[in-house]
């Protein structure tokens, strides 16, 4: 297993997480055999947004003594009142489903209070009006939780949220889909019309909002990485080409900020399916041919896929443009966390001898040569 750190928190995240929606009113040897065979792989972050006692009392009995090998994001304000899963943005409400949470776990702490379903400018005023942010910070005061985070589809509203300085983690919706639709989209409810939209280029808001979160250090974990499973299948995916759930992680896995895919799983066997991402080739990762068709072979723009090796003095050209990317949000203050992973880059752009073969297997036009001498030169 690989592990990323979650920004300025001291936890580190397996790339691969557990999402654990599919657990949900299944009987407790599945959650067990899940649960089990999610930790013996060395997988150590899930998300549990799920309200319900049963599904969380099985997760808290099947993680038992290995509690501490889980870092878990639970929610506040993910609730059951009218419907199966809810939301409230009501102190009270929240408090008494968050505390159950702790309950049902069996535990006294969760790693990561989630602000849940931040998809709205009224969601964003709710949780500042009523409490429900000084609830979360003082919880992470008293060491009940160890980092905030939020769950958002909505770039322009957690983007806000983000800019309050309150977040340490974001888990966001992350697919080639649905980084091609507009900001102002709502992803979820128009799902079953993407296949109608013309894709023209990877929306500009929500890169700006990954590198943002790189720039800030708030990691990012990542949901719908497969689309629903809609981007598995040539019929329903909006590409209309089946992608591999290697190359859907693999996607998600490269844009900047992002820590760990967190991907459902319901058997031992699924979990196993899910790691399997790291034992793919480069070649079997590659995600260029979906995409390609949609970016537009004359962007200039990096979609860091790696397309464009192998460069002869072993730059990895995505990293590199991927930091310069970053840093050219603001010049003037570039993060000195950005300069460490550069400068921890076994090659940098000062290595480049401008060979150009890279360029000519990149299918977006991006002026390497050009970028490697800005990376030197800014770094
Ligand atoms: S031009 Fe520079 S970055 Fe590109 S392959 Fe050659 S040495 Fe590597
Ligand atoms: S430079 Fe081109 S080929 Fe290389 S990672 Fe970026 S987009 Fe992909």
């Known amino acids: 297993m690989d592990y990323r750190k979650i920004g300025k928190t001291g936890l580190s995240a397996s790339v691969i997480g557990l999402g654990s929606e599919h657990l949900d009113n299944k009987p407790y040897a599945v959650v067990e055999e899940t649960i089990h065979a999610a930790l013996d792989q060395g997988i150590n972050i899930m998300d549990l947004f799920m309200p319900g006692d049963e599904v969380r009392q099985n997760i808290g009995k099947a993680l038992g003594n290995r509690r501490k090998e889980m870092i878990i994001q639970g ?85 806000k949220l983000l800019e309050t300085g309150v977040v340490d983690l974001m888990m966001f919706s992350i697919n080639p889909a649905f980084d091609m639709t507009p900001a102002g989209t709502d992803v979820l409810s128009t799902m079953e019309e993407l296949s109608e939209q ?82 793919t080739t480069e070649q079997q990762r590659d995600y260029m041919e979906i995409i390609r068709n949609y970016q537009g072979e004359g962007s200039g723009q990096c979609v860091y896929c790696n397309h464009c090796q192998p460069c002869p003095v072993d730059i990895d050209i995505a990293m590199v443009n991927k930091y310069l990317d970053i840093a050219l949000l603001d010049t003037a203050n570039v993060p000195p966390s950005i300069r460490q992973h550069y400068n921890a880059l076994p090659a940098t752009g000062a290595d480049c001898i401008a060979c150009g073969s890279c360029e000519d297997k990149c299918p977006f036009s991006v002026p390497i040569i050009r970028n490697m001498e800005r990376a030197r030169d800014l770094f």
């Open 198 to 279: 013309q894709y023209v280029t990877i929306d500009p808001v929500r890169a700006e909002l990954y590198k943002y979160c790189e720039q800030q250090e708030i990691a990012i974990t990542v949901m719908k990485t497969l689309g629903g499973g809609r981007l598995l299948s040539a019929e329903h995916s909006p590409f209309k080409k089946a992608m591999t759930v290697a190359q859907c992680v693999h996607y998600a896995l490269t844009r900047p900020g992002v820590v760990s895919t967190m991907i459902g799983c319901q058997s031992a066997k699924q979990v196993e399916e899910a790691v399997g991402y790291l034992h």
């Open 75 to 159: 929610h506040i304000g993910s609730v059951d009142l009218s419907e199966q899963y809810d939301v409230s943005r009501d102190l009270a409400t929240c408090q008494h489903y968050f505390e159950k949470l702790l309950k049902n776990l069996d535990t006294d702490y969760i790693d990561v209070g989630m602000l849940f379903f931040m998809d709205s400018d009224e969601a964003l005023e709710q949780i500042f009006a009523n409490g429900i942010v000084d609830y979360a910070l003082e919880l992470k005061r008293k060491g009940i939780i160890r980092a905030i985070g939020t769950s958002s589809h909505n770039p322009v509203v957690a983007r």
